[in-house]
């Protein structure tokens, strides 16, 4: 089972960077999807998840209207589009699975059945 997120790199405000999470070892078409960031001596922060059909999104209110989730099954990859970024977004950026049952919005490493090792986002003039 591996999650591998790409994407992250440095932007000025008001930019846009897409992040991609590609899975593999597991039937990515079944598992909800979540992104979790945590920036410089903070704590985790839930972002976005999606359901597994792709048809169900959710998002925190700190990026709701800027960041958009989707999923390419066929390609077993899951995005994050994020607009209009802002210095606050600046984090590691993670995807995680969700186990079954669990509560979407979550940053309990117990909730999740994998998690990929992260991109750095960092949004700075």
């Known amino acids: 089972v591996q999650l591998v997120e790409s994407g992250g790199g440095m932007v000025q405000p008001g930019g846009s960077l897409r992040l991609s999470c590609a899975a593999s070892g597991f039937t990515f078409s079944k598992w909800h999807m979540t992104w979790v960031r945590q920036a410089p001596g903070k704590g985790p922060e839930w972002v976005s998840g999606?359901?597994?059909?792709?048809?169900?999104?959710y998002y925190a209110d700190s990026v709701k209207g800027r960041f958009t989730i989707s999923r390419d099954n066929a390609k077993n990859t899951l995005y994050l589009q994020m607009n209009g970024l802002k210095c606050e977004d600046t984090a590691l950026y993670y995807c995680a699975s969700l186990l079954p049952g669990v509560d979407i919005i979550t940053t309990d490493l117990e909730d999740f059945g994998s998690w990929g090792q992260g991109t750095q986002v960092t949004v700075s003039s």
């Open positions: 999606i359901n597994p059909g792709g048809g169900s999104t």
